[in-house]
């Protein structure tokens, strides 16, 4: 990602991914010829065999064959093995033929020589899952990946290295760098993954968007990027390499783009032979704390793959299809510890409405144009300053596939092309495979949309609440041994969060303000993160700076006393950094301590020495874990607990098989372990400018619990009471559509078969199409309205105009079924004279239950 544009098995869960499909079971009532046929994956087996990755000016050629290639990022780090199934099969229902991952240096070496492919650090398994599904991979090896990990994904001990300067043509940096390429390649090659050798893996990546910061390294930025790509080519992987955000990417190197419209932004490959590939399409925009929500439309998405395939693109990634969840200490500095939860598939890996599923309907829209598309020559009717047409044909013969596009941003149009008229509404594409029939428009969606719920467990919130307090160090248990406070990250080293600086200074009578009023202050300037400050053992309060400024001050009244007086600091990171030049020289941490409003003036205490020590008591004895809990006394929690407190807890695991998060209500900031495993930092106290915490919820995998009974432990900075947290269950369970009658026909109501594209059913029309997940059924038709209905799914209202019967013809059609279709001229027959003259809407919510 870049830096200024911030922006995730049992047999009867693979029998559920198989017939997960959108196009739904049609309605009896339905005449006979016009349904929509079942949702058909497009037929893509698993490579067998070595496979010949190359490469032309047009596309990727497998084995010879050009590919239109759909590609999503999932991150095995961000989500656990037991979900790997579930969401590399949704994907592939979606669409995709492509999963894009980073490889994490610090996640699978942590300490120099001690290496993790464990758990969800196996990256084999991902691979070969990846395989298994059917799909190819690209492996973007790094080793600097940014993607809001800790460090840009550069393990800590790196920034130790003598002499050392990140990502430049420096040797001790180009060493660590060339061993560790070298170690994950021969992993991947021992295991045969490359498309060379039989494997899933089509391209790899080296290096991540160099160009945001070559500048700052002069001549050693450009030899380092002539370096890097030629030191990965001499890996001999048998696939092409790229990088992404690098125009001056060398031969045979690809250079590709990110950014949210690459069809209108990209420069183009800096070679005529290499194809245009997108390697990171934004489908949302990561957040840090204190951010409110911000979102991408799924219109918005599908506009911008159509127009970057109309323009001779041929692969874009969806950065990201799954965020997933940043455990433990992963993120990136105040990155949340949700990771992209507006992607088509959101942090629990459930399908987020309709951007799921419409984007998979733009997949299958192009492929219908994929013949087109790799072998005709294009032509471009520029009509206006807003609309133009983009043609795709095959001389002497019936291909032919055109993009006609507004795009004018308030305005909709009719377009004419071909001796025809189009209706396209403000900013779109409409994709015409046979340059005659609108099967997709990127601004209608067919597709349903959806709804979460969070909903708080029948089963799993009787909690009982036991605290732990811990201890403020005195500079007698932390006598000094610096004369100043050592700078956070290289004390830290990335073991912990927190440490701790204490020193003491003592004061006469003469020195304690006299008048009625006047108290002294102290002042802390902090480079950052975050900071408890405590005198004479009594917390006196907290600080924080932001993603955009880390640096803060900390001022507050103080008590303070003729005699020796102490103070104490915890100071706090909240990630390590992951973007920009000289990486290895930032810094955090407490930068001059001042005592204000004193008689005798200000005090210094800068240099007064000081004692510091690294991590929490808790954390050592690891009292999040079953085991460690017991090295504690708890007590039971009544009211608000005092700053720096351990809540504990357990709970039954919850009802059914929906995904399970907690609720964080009442809680400041800290961090969160079930069964001593942790979940990530809460921070529920840092609002965003609209008054709201960044992130409420938290995702407990389901990997994570016990059968019956859990642990659960809190950390939290402040004083808090944890009396309002609530494990919850999280579903999708309402559902909707909302079509009109400009909308077209579903796209799975067209096929092309020997390069003939053709109707699947006699009758193509506009219909709504209903789906409920995990086998689940239609309990409950909540909204149904035909004429002029409002509003969003979850928020539907009647308008002045509504066929009477449109609930009733809902509720026969969809009412105990797990999928159905209405059809608008179900509806119509049943009020052709109601508000004449008006395109009238379909809108539908319905709730689904087991």
């Known amino acids: 990602m870049i830096t200024s544009t911030r922006m995730r098995v049992s ?3 693979v029998l559920f991914t198989l017939l997960l499909s959108i196009v739904v079971t049609i309605a009896a009532a339905r005449g006979k010829g016009s349904r929509p046929p079942a949702v058909r994956l497009h037929k893509h087996n698993p490579p067998s065999g ?18 239109l290639l759909f590609s999503g990022s999932i991150h095995y780090t961000r989500s656990t093995p037991d979900m790997w199934p579930q969401l590399l099969t949704r994907a592939r229902h979606g669409g995709l033929n492509v999963i894009q991952t980073y490889v994490f240096w610090n996640a699978h070496e942590p300490e120099q020589g001690q290496w993790n492919f464990e758990g969800n650090r196996d990256l084999v398994k991902f691979i070969k899952l990846i395989q298994k599904k059917g799909m190819y991979a690209t492996l ?19 920034r130790e290295v003598p002499g050392i300067i990140f990502r430049s043509n420096n040797e001790p940096f180009k060493k660590h760098m060339k061993e560790y390429v070298t170690k994950i390649i021969k992993l991947m090659k021992d295991e045969k993954l490359f498309a060379s050798q039989g494997g899933p893996i089509i391209l790899a990546q080296i290096e991540n968007e160099y160009n945001h910061i070559q500048l700052a390294y002069e001549h050693d930025g450009d030899s380092y990027v002539q370096w890097a790509a030629n030191m990965a080519v001499a890996q001999n992987i048998g696939v092409p390499w790229m990088m992404c955000k690098q125009k001056d990417a060398p031969d045979p190197v690809i250079n590709a783009c990110n950014g949210r419209h690459c069809g209108d932004t990209f420069t183009g490959p800096n070679k005529p032979y290499k194809p245009s590939l997108w390697t990171e399409n934004w489908t949302a925009q990561y957040r840090v704390f204190g951010d409110p ?3 991408r439309s799924a219109e918005d998405i599908a506009f911008s793959i159509a127009r970057f395939f109309s323009k001779d693109g041929s692969l874009v990634n969806y950065y990201m299809y799954h965020g997933g969840t940043n455990f433990g200490r992963t993120t990136s500095a105040f990155t949340t510890t949700r990771y992209y939860d507006e992607a088509p598939l959101d942090e629990f890996g459930l399908q987020r409405e309709p951007k799921w599923s419409h984007l998979r309907d733009a997949h299958r829209a192009l492929n219908l144009c994929k013949k087109s598309l790799l072998s005709g020559k294009t032509r471009v009717e520029r009509l206006n300053n807003f609309h133009e047409v983009r043609v795709y044909e095959k001389p002497e013969s019936d291909l032919c596939a055109a993009f006609i596009t507004n795009n004018h941003t308030k305005e909709a149009a009719t377009i004419s092309f071909g001796g025809r008229s189009f209706f396209l509404p403000p900013h779109s594409i409409s994709v015409l495979p046979d340059c005659k029939t609108v099967v997709f428009n990127t601004q209608m969606i067919a597709s349903q949309h959806n709804a979460r719920n969070f909903r708080k467990s029948s089963h799993a919130n009787n909690h009982k609440w036991e605290v732990f307090t811990e201890s403020i160090p005195s ?3 932390l006598p000094a041994k610096q004369k100043i406070p050592q700078e956070l990250y290289g004390l830290l080293r990335d073991n912990s969060d927190y440490a701790w600086y204490t020193t003491s200074f003592k004061l006469s009578p003469e020195d304690l303000p006299k008048k009625s009023g006047a108290t002294p202050v102290l002042r802390i300037m902090s480079l950052g993160h975050s900071l408890l400050a405590f005198v004479n053992g009594k917390y006196v309060g907290s600080n924080h700076g932001t993603h955009e400024e880390k640096s803060f001050e900390f001022q ?4 303070l006393k003729a005699g020796k007086n102490v103070v104490t600091i915890l100071a706090a990171t909240v990630g390590l950094p992951d973007s920009g030049a000289y990486m290895e020289h930032r810094y955090a941490g407490p930068k001059s301590i001042t005592i204000l409003g004193l008689n005798s003036g200000k005090l210094e205490i800068t240099t007064n020495g000081w004692g510091q020590e690294v991590g929490l008591r808790g954390e050592k004895l690891k009292i999040f874990t079953e085991e460690g809990s017991k090295a504690v006394k708890w007590s039971p929690a009544v009211g608000n607990a005092p700053a720096l407190s351990w809540f504990k807890t357990r709970f039954t695991t919850p009802e059914g098989r929906d995904p399970v998060a907690i609720r964080m209500d009442g809680m400041s900031k800290g961090m969160i372990w079930v069964n001593g495993k942790s979940i990530g930092r809460h921070w529920n106290s840092f609002l965003s400018p609209i008054g709201k915490p960044t992130q409420s919820e938290y995702h407990i995998p389901r990997s994570f619990l016990n059968p019956k009974d859990n642990l659960l432990v809190v950390l939290e900075e402040e004083s808090a009471n944890p009396g309002k947290i609530e494990i919850q269950t999280v579903d999708r369970d309402v559902i909707c559509s909302f079509i009109t009658e400009n909308h077209p026909p579903n796209v799975y109501s067209f096929a092309s078969k020997d390069m003939r594209f053709h109707s699947a059913v006699e009758t193509p029309e506009p219909s709504a199409n209903l789906k409920c997940p995990n086998f689940k059924k239609i309990k409950a038709v909540e909204f149904a309205s035909y004429g002029n209905p409002s509003g969003t799914c979850g928020n539907y209202a ?9 609930k009733n013809i809902v509720e026969q059609q969809c009412l105990g079924k797990n999928s159905c279709s209405v059809t608008l001229e179900s509806l119509s027959k049943n009020g052709k004279e109601t508000c004449p003259g008006l395109v009238k809407a379909l809108a539908i919510q319905v709730r689904c239950s087991l």
């Open 11 to 13: 047999n009867n869960i």
């Open 556 to 559: 507050k009244p103080v008590e």
């Open 293 to 295: 929500i911000s979102l």
């Open 50 to 67: 070595p496979q010949n990755v190359t490469y032309d000016g047009r596309s990727l050629l497998i084995n010879g064959q050009r590919k």
């Open 140 to 158: 973007r090896v790094g080793p600097f990946i940014q993607a809001e990990w800790n460090h840009g994904g550069l393990p800590y001990w790196l």
């Open 475 to 477: 500079p007698k248990q």
């Open 798 to 806: 009647l308008g002045n105009c509504n066929v009477a019967a449109a």
